[in-house]
């Protein structure tokens, strides 16, 4: 109802600029079109990139509690646990795009397999599977604290294999979710404003970033209050991580609820289908052709 009362009132303002000399082209009126109907969607992505800077910069600091050795004689440092987020997207981008969407095609008949929007909306849930890892890793992590009485030694490495992080790491989800969005901004955005779609992108992952350290700050504050012991402390052996988690997994099923309901009205550019329907004609003529 908003988008079409939105749109009238653009149709509108181009029909008033008619009559002066800046008169705005329906080619104008259709590409404010475009970019006002992605940022619904753009306001639901938000959160993915705020969920991806938070987990990275928690599970480096536990790491930094851990017993990180690799072997024998070498320790590896704690800021370099990102390469297991990393090195994960090399392999799961090329099996997504050579296998698992030749093999969704033959199922949905739509050129990509599933729309971006699915994509996203599957990156979501990995990324809650990969909360709901974060919280039992922690629970098993303050539970060898806890047997060996070193809550309160932030300096204490817990006898504990930092690999036991790897999981959560490599389901976080980032090849769907922020591929995605790449993905979507960029094919959404009118043709002539190619940059913009980009620049949408981009500006997601900047306020996700704010947002993680409001997020961090309002409940470390707020748990914090009444002479209670915060969620998140500067000595993580003290704090209570999994309880922050289960937050962060409370706040990101909502967001994908929102999302999903926004994805189900939404029209892409390209295609007259809903955003989980079937390819345009055009489109699935190319894929017959390349058959």
């Known amino acids: 109802?908003?988008?079409?009362?939105?749109?009238?009132?653009?149709?509108?303002?181009?029909?008033?600029?008619?009559?002066?000399?800046?008169?705005?082209?329906?080619?104008?009126?259709?590409?404010?079109?475009?970019?006002?109907?992605?940022?619904?969607?753009?306001?639901?992505?938000?959160?993915?990139?705020?969920?991806?800077?938070?987990?990275?910069?928690?599970?480096i600091k536990q790491a930094m509690t851990m017993d990180r050795h690799m072997g024998s004689n070498f320790e590896i440092p704690p800021g370099s646990i990102g390469v297991f987020f990393q090195i994960p997207l090399l392999f799961t981008i090329p099996i997504y795009d050579r296998l698992l969407i030749p093999l969704l095609r033959r199922f949905t008949g739509y050129p990509r397999g599933i729309t971006i929007l699915q994509r996203i909306g599957v990156g979501m849930m990995l990324q809650s599977i990969a909360l709901v890892a974060a919280v039992l890793t922690?629970?098993?992590?303050?539970?060898?604290?806890?047997?060996?009485?070193?809550?309160?030694?932030?300096?204490?490495?817990?006898?504990?294999?930092?690999?036991?992080?790897?999981?959560?790491?490599?389901?976080?989800?980032?090849?769907?979710?922020?591929?995605?969005?790449?993905?979507?901004?960029?094919?959404?955005?009118?043709?002539?404003?190619?940059?913009?779609?980009?620049?949408?992108?981009?500006?997601?992952?900047?306020i996700g970033s704010f947002l993680s350290s409001a997020i961090l700050t309002l409940v470390t504050h707020v748990t914090g209050r009444h002479r209670h012991k915060s969620w998140v402390l500067n000595n993580l052996n003290a704090s209570r991580l999994d309880y922050f988690y289960a937050l962060l997994l409370v706040l990101n099923i909502m967001n994908s609820v929102v999302f999903m309901t926004m994805s189900l009205s939404y029209t892409y550019k390209t295609e007259p289908s809903e955003a989980f329907g079937k390819a345009s004609s055009k489109e699935t003529l190319v894929v017959d052709n390349s058959v």
């Open 138 to 206: 922690e629970i098993v992590r303050l539970d060898v604290v806890e047997s060996h009485g070193i809550a309160y030694d932030k300096d204490a490495i817990v006898p504990l294999s930092f690999l036991i992080l790897i999981p959560q790491l490599v389901i976080m989800g980032e090849a769907m979710v922020e591929v995605g969005k790449l993905e979507f901004f960029y094919d959404q955005a009118p043709e002539s404003m190619r940059s913009m779609g980009s620049a949408i992108y981009a500006a997601s992952n900047g």
């Open 1 to 59: 109802m908003a988008r079409f009362v939105c749109g009238r009132f653009i149709d509108k303002a181009a029909f008033l600029n008619s009559r002066h000399s800046n008169a705005c082209s329906v080619t104008d009126v259709e590409e404010a079109k475009q970019v006002i109907r992605v940022l619904p969607i753009w306001l639901t992505v938000i959160f993915p990139s705020t969920i991806v800077v938070q987990g990275l910069s928690l599970f």
